[in-house]
C-alpha cells in the first residue's frame, strides 16, 4: 500500500487540509493501520496534485495563515478505484524485537526479559489505542456498509495485537521460569 492511496482514500471521504488528514484521519482513525508524519503528508500531498488525482483551493482566513483544501479529482477517485480491485502483496515484515530475540542467547535472561516486558508494554498499548477506536459491532443493525469494512478490519488488528500479547506473555512465562529454575541468570 502506498501513503498516496490512504491519502486519496481519506479524500474521497471529504474535502481536508494536510493539517486535518494528520490530525483527525491518520492520527485518530488509520494510525493502526498506516502512520504518517506531517511531512510525509504534505509531500504526498503536493506529489498527488503534481499527478492531477487531486486538486487544492487556498481558502483566505483573516488573522491566520491561509487554509489549502484539497479534494480528489476524477483521475484520482478512478486511481484509487484501480487500486483498490488490484491485489496488493504481503507486507515485508519486519519486527525488531524478533531478530533481537532470534539472536539473544547471549544475553542474560534478564535482559530478555526487560525487552520481552517492553515489547508487552507496547503492544498493550497499540491494543488499547485499537480498542478506542469508534465503530459500531458488526451485527449492529443500523451499521452502514462503510461501518462493518471498518469494523472488519479493525477486528483483525486487534485480534493480531491480542494474538502476540499472549505470545509475548507465554515466552515471559519461559524466561521468568527458566530464571527460577537455574537460581537467576544463566
Not at 508524519?37 to 483551493?57: F, V
Not at 491485489?87 to 535472561?109: M, S, T
Request: aromatic fraction near 6%; charge should be negative; hydrophobic fraction near 40%.
Amino acid at each position: 500500500m502506498s501513503l498516496s492511496h490512504a491519502i486519496l482514500g481519506l479524500l474521497q471521504q471529504q474535502q481536508q487540509t494536510g493539517y486535518d488528514l494528520k490530525t483527525e484521519c491518520f492520527d485518530q482513525c488509520i494510525a493502526h493501520l498506516w502512520p504518517a508524519d506531517q511531512a510525509q503528508i504534505y509531500r504526498t500531498l503536493d506529489k498527488l496534485q503534481a499527478q492531477g488525482w487531486i486538486d487544492c483551493t487556498v481558502e483566505i482566513q483573516r488573522d491566520r495563515p491561509n487554509r489549502k483544501v484539497y479534494c480528489i479529482t476524477e483521475a484520482g477517485a478512478a486511481e484509487l478505484t484501480r487500486w483498490l480491485q488490484t491485489h496488493q502483496p504481503l507486507p515485508v515484515v519486519r519486527e525488531p524485537l524478533l531478530i533481537q530475540l532470534y539472536f539473544a542467547a547471549q544475553l542474560p535472561d534478564a535482559a530478555i526479559l526487560q525487552l520481552l516486558n517492553a515489547g508487552l508494554a507496547e503492544h498493550r498499548a497499540r491494543l488499547a489505542t485499537c480498542q478506542q477506536v469508534e465503530v459500531p459491532p458488526l451485527d449492529d443493525p443500523s451499521a452502514t456498509r462503510e461501518q462493518k469494512l471498518r469494523r472488519l478490519v479493525l477486528d483483525l488488528v486487534c485480534r493480531r495485537e491480542q494474538a502476540y500479547l499472549g505470545w509475548l506473555e507465554e515466552a515471559i512465562a519461559l524466561f521468568r521460569a527458566a530464571a527460577l529454575g537455574e537460581g537467576g541468570d544463566r
